[in-house]
């Protein structure tokens, strides 16, 4: 099973300041299956990306991912204050899928 | 709309059994695989397997083996998530999320979730 590492556990910034979460897999991820969500207290997740570098319909443009192989970034622009939330990447490979532990975006 | 809404919460006694649900509207269900996510109290998603409603071909996580079971009438458009002996540890919330309806080989649509209370 691939594990997937999301750094840092915490981030803690203000709005208007920009982000980037970082997410490690064990081994080689397809970059295709490579998608980040978004989940808000009391929501369910949201996609946010996907294929790596993909939005999903209706987010913004201030998200953006990137990366390949074992290192994939989501970065945020100019925070919101609706972007803070905890956000997880997930990976499909060998027929299972697996989440990251998330990073907790919190305001400063 | 393409939507999945998922049954109401469930408070039961450890032993007991259960089964939730997850119906699919707006887009063809029998296409799309379900998967189901636990997430339990203050903590991170966990993927616990996946049925192809077309087939009701089920491929669980190897932890969740054995300990719950996954089914679809694809007539009705639901799939469902069950257990015939829950323990405290099942108390969570429980997602289900449609693989790739909008061709973004993610999970692209998500129910509300279903809490699931187990205490004796």
């Known amino acids: 099973e691939i594990v997937l590492t999301q750094s840092p556990g915490t981030l803690s910034l203000s709005p208007g300041e920009s982000a980037t979460l970082s997410c490690r897999a064990s081994?080689?991820?397809?970059?295709?299956?490579l998608a980040w969500y978004q989940q808000k207290p009391g929501q369910a997740p949201r996609l946010l990306i996907y294929g790596a570098s993909h939005r999903a319909t209706g987010i913004p443009s201030r998200f953006s991912g990137s990366g390949s192989g074992t290192d994939f970034t989501l970065a945020i622009s100019r925070l919101e204050p609706e972007d803070f939330a905890v956000y997880y990447c997930q990976q499909y490979g060998s027929s299972l899928f697996t989440f990251g532990p998330g990073t907790k975006l919190d305001i400063k | 709309e393409v939507q999945l809404v998922q049954s109401g919460a469930e408070v039961r006694k450890p032993g007991e059994s259960l089964r939730i649900s997850c119906k699919g509207s707006?887009?063809?269900?029998?296409?799309?695989?379900i998967n189901w996510v636990r997430q339990m109290p203050g903590k991170g998603l966990e993927w616990m397997g996946r049925i192809d409603p077309s087939d009701s071909y089920t491929k669980y996580r190897p932890s969740f083996q054995g300990h719950v079971t996954f089914s679809v009438d694809k007539s009705i458009s639901t799939a469902y998530l069950q257990w015939s002996s829950l323990e405290a540890s099942d108390t969570a919330i429980y997602y289900c999320?449609?693989?790739?309806?909008?061709?973004?080989?993610?999970?692209?649509?998500w129910g509300q979730g279903t809490v699931v209370a187990v205490s004796s």
């Open positions: 081994q080689s991820v397809s970059s295709s299956y």
């Open positions: 707006g887009y063809r269900f029998p296409n799309y695989w």
């Open positions: 999320a449609s693989y790739s309806v909008v061709h973004s080989d993610a999970f692209d649509v």
